[in-house]
């Protein structure tokens, strides 16, 4: 099913937050049901490639990271 549904600024504007909440999560819905992912951009491919080959050491495990979040 094909449909095309143009809102504009104004309609949008003039929704409850409960409606603009529905509207969200029917967009999320519809996106997470798709199996492809929007492109990926090469200079996106690179930064992850570069990062990956170049792991920090000084990075932190997650149980540290954790542990600094609940302090504060």
Known sequence: MSFAMKLT????????????????????????????GPPLPQWHKDVLDERLQNEATDSDDWQSVRRRIERT
């Open 9 to 36: 600024q104004a309609e949008i504007d003039a929704m409850s937050m409960n409606e603009k909440l529905a509207l969200s999560e029917a967009l999320w819905c519809s996106i997470a049901s798709v199996s492809e």
